[in-house]
Nanobody, 124 residues
Framework: QAQLVESGGGLVQAGGSLRLSCAASGRTFSSYAMGWFRQAPEKERVFVAGISRSGGRTDYVDSVKGRFTISRDNAKNTVYLQMNSLRPEDTAVYCC?????????????????WGQGNQVNVST
């Protein structure tokens, strides 16, 4: 069973950048499609970006297209979320998640493995 550990969150000014990392334990990381989700205060957890297990296919929610990039390094068992041009509305707890299949999905129900979450705060 995979375990996921995020890192890279923190405080940044609007317009700045952060890169989140999610390291997976185990030897089956390349079997998982991966996703990044976020949850703002008093809101539901929502999909941000997803990547297929090979890395060849990605998906983004409209609000982050052109600003965020998801990528993965299967040799390092790690998925990344590069976040540029950050806005205050990007403030949330960001979680990575793994789905034992080829393609990512946008529903939280499709993911069986979750990281603990990492806080991202974007100030004005």
């Amino acid at each position: 069973q995979a375990q996921l550990v995020e890192s890279g969150g923190g405080l940044v000014q609007a317009g700045g950048s952060l890169r989140l990392s999610c390291a997976a334990s185990g030897r089956t990381f390349s079997s998982y499609a991966m996703g990044w989700f976020r949850q703002a205060p008093e809101k539901e957890r929502v999909f941000v970006a997803g990547i297929s297990r090979s890395g060849g296919r990605t998906d983004y929610v409209d609000s982050v297209k052109g600003r965020f990039t998801i990528s993965r390094d299967n040799a390092k068992n790690t998925v990344y979320l590069q976040m540029n041009s950050l806005r205050p509305e990007d403030t949330a707890v960001y979680c990575c998640a793994g789905k034992n299949s080829r393609w990512p999905e946008r529903s939280t129900r499709d993911y069986g493995y979750w990281g603990q979450g990492n806080q991202v705060n974007v100030s004005t």
